[in-house]
T-cell receptor
Framework: GIQVEQSPPDLILQEGANSTLRCNFSDSVNNLQWFHQNPWGQLINLFYIPSGTKQNGRLSATTVATERYSLLYISSSQTTDSGVYFCAVAFMDSNYQLIWGAGTKLIIKP | GAVVSQHPSRVICKSGTSVKIECRSLDFQATTMFWYRQFPKKSLMLMATSNEGSKATYEQGVEKDKFLINHASLTLSTLTVTSAHPEDSSFYIC???????????FGNGTRLTVT
């Protein structure tokens, strides 16, 4: 069936470290977004990236649609990066509804 | 950028009462709005999809008579939790988009506590 899998489920790092979060999906997509949910529950749209590579400051993302995965890179982590990172995809022929991964919980220690 | 305003951010109500949550797109016209529910330490669960001027489409297992959704205009959708029970306590989040393949923009969520 349709699946969105994120790894790792949990990640604990020291401030200043780099990290890579992965999102695998089971079918062709026409929409893929990365979100950061902060400890207060707010969802922040990081990237809209159904294919290609984008960068925004310390964050960058790459989606290889043909191989059905996306990566989110966080460099020089800061404590404010803590939270849960979600990948959500809309599969083709799915009426554009997003299917959510289970998330990666990131804790950055000072 | 696109802004979605959701309120209230927190609400506490007694069992049996109804609660309305509003979701507004402030600077764009939202043809489609989605309502999600999030349990603690879980991912978002889509409850329903609403298109302006038509009835909402509910996901399997979501009671449409309990969670009333109205998308009366291109900038406003409301979710009303009727006859609330403690098990309805949760974090509810709305999102909005202009066209089907555009990025989603989220409200800040509403934490509902039913006592």
């Amino acid at each position: 069936g349709i699946q969105v899998e994120q790894s790792p489920p949990d990640l604990i790092l020291q401030e200043g470290a780099n990290s890579t979060l992965r999102c695998n999906f089971s079918d062709s997509v026409n929409n893929l977004q990365w979100f950061h949910q902060n400890p207060w529950g707010q969802l922040i749209n990081l990237f809209y990236i159904p294919s290609g590579t984008k960068q925004n400051g310390r964050l960058s993302a790459t989606t290889v649609a043909t191989e059905r995965y996306s990566l989110l890179y966080i460099s020089s982590s800061q404590t404010t990066d803590s939270g849960v990172y979600f990948c959500a995809v809309a599969f083709m022929d799915s009426n554009y509804q997003l299917i959510w991964g289970a998330g990666t919980k990131l804790i950055i220690k000072p | 950028g696109a802004v979605v305003s959701q309120h209230p951010s927190r609400v506490i109500c007694k069992s049996g009462t109804s609660v309305k949550i509003e979701c507004r797109s402030l600077d764009f016209q939202a043809t489609t709005m989605f309502w999600y529910r999030q349990f603690p330490k879980k991912s978002l669960m889509l409850m329903a999809t609403s298109n302006e001027g038509s009835k909402a489409t509910y996901e399997q297992g979501v009671e449409k008579d309990k969670f009333l959704i109205n998308h009366a205009s291109l900038t406003l959708s409301t979710l009303t939790v009727t006859s609330a029970h403690p098990e309805d306590s949760s974090f509810y989040i709305c999102s909005a988009t202009t066209t089907g393949n555009s990025p989603l923009h989220f409200g800040n969520g509403t934490r509902l506590t039913v006592t």
